[in-house]
């Protein structure tokens, strides 16, 4: 009896000092972040007439009309720096795809021409996050400004005229510094979850959206374009 007690109490001293031995360090919370992000949504433009002659009022008039939103996404690289455990600063590089599509009748038959037109943009942001919320989930809000750079454009169309139906397709980059405004600016805002798988990794799923304060077109009447949609990222820690 005493030798099967010397056993047990050895068996359980050796599984104490085992498990002592092999627990885990804890892990330094991370302040630096790199993330992937995907936001697919709706692209479209705002438009502000600026000369009320030569025919300007007119055609402002039948853009409101018969302009559609079209689907745009954005797709990049973000890097975020952590200030404390409730503001971040991010920046990063990102491809977005932004446009819309206008559909008219012909004025001299029963035809009806749709054309789209797609901008192609490199994307810069500088944005503040917000975190409030404690455990894995949190709140997350972001605002900030986007510098857009341009770099092409796709035009396609498509007419229907008597039966019969004609498609053209065009593209074209933008030569720096002329063609359209290549340089333009966004306004950003966020809000959405935070969800931290563990200390080094996590989801983030935010509604968003940017809209130009720098036109993209100028002239009698300016454009300024604009998006909307779901932002989805991945991030982990690096330092």
Not at 71 to 92: A, C, H, K, R, S
Not at 103 to 127: N, W
Request: hydrophobic share 40%.
């Amino acid at each position: 009896m005493r030798k099967i007690m010397y056993i047990i109490v050895l068996c359980l001293s050796t599984q104490v000092l085992m498990a002592v031995e092999s627990k885990p360090t804890a892990i330094k919370a991370k302040k630096l972040f790199v993330g992937v992000h995907f936001s697919p949504g709706v692209a479209f433009r705002t438009l502000r007439l600026v000369k009320h002659s030569n025919g300007y009022p007119e055609a402002y008039e039948l853009y409101k009309k018969y302009d559609k939103p079209i689907f745009g996404y954005d797709l990049g690289v973000n890097l975020e720096y952590l200030v404390n455990p409730y503001i971040g600063l991010q920046t990063g590089a990102n491809y977005s795809l932004k446009g819309l599509e206008y559909e008219a009748p012909f004025s001299f038959s029963s035809g009806i021409a749709t054309m789209r037109y797609q901008v192609h943009y490199v994307d810069i942001p500088l944005k503040m996050k917000v975190y409030a919320g404690k455990g894995r989930v949190k709140f997350v809000g972001g605002a900030g400004i986007i510098f857009n750079v341009a770099f092409g454009q796709t035009n396609k169309s498509k007419t229907v005229e008597n039966g019969k139906i004609t498609y053209q397709s065009s593209h074209s980059y933008f030569p720096l510094p002329k063609g359209p405004e290549v340089f333009s600016m966004s306004a950003t805002a966020s809000a959405g979850i935070d969800y931290k798988i563990n200390e080094l990794m996590g989801i983030r799923i935010e509604p968003a959206f940017s809209h130009q304060f720098i036109p993209f077109a100028k002239g009698g009447i300016y454009t300024y374009l604009w998006a909307a949609g779901i932002n989805v990222a991945y991030y982990f820690g690096v330092k």
